[in-house]
């Protein structure tokens, strides 16, 4: 189960990341949501987080008119939790995911989870689409979340929506 201390950090985290954001959607002219806090995340110092797109990229290209390849990049020092990966389809009429392939990772005990595959390089996420008729276009959510390892952060789960046409 959850150590008090690290329920206490997990806790912070959160309702620091929520209170950032929310101070943030609270400004009338567009902001970056976590420029406010560029003390927390930098790109070169090792013990300071990278923001969310920097620490975890996605990349996602149409591979075939069933197929789409999305690859995961952890940042140096970071890694993602396999079990966290997951995407959906939106926006798309005759067209639903049939199966995702994603490598093995690497065994990894967690203090707060236990046994979890991780990912500390990057993988691609293999993706076969059931498609109707000429459906063509549709956006594609990818879910992930992953953590900093030598700070032992973990980061908010993150959505990425990618608009995709199939050939």
Known sequence: MFSAKKLTVLLGATLFFGALLHGHAQQSTPANPLKGASSLFASTNEDELLEPDQAFKLKVTVKGPNK??????????????????????????????????????????????????????????????????????????????????????????????VALTLP
């Open 68 to 161: 789409v390849l999305a690859e995961l990049t952890p940042a140096a020092g970071y890694y993602m939790y396999k079990d966290r990966i997951h995407f959906t389809v939106k926006d798309a009429s005759g067209i639903k995911i049939k199966t995702v392939k994603l490598p093995t990772g690497d065994i990894k005990t967690d203090p707060n989870f236990g046994k979890m595959e991780t990912y500390k390089k990057p993988i691609q996420a293999e993706i076969t689409l059931d498609r109707l008729g000429q459906a063509k276009n549709f956006a594609l959510v990818a879910a992930y979340q992953g953590c900093h390892e030598k700070l032992g952060v973990c980061y908010p789960p993150i959505d990425k929506t």
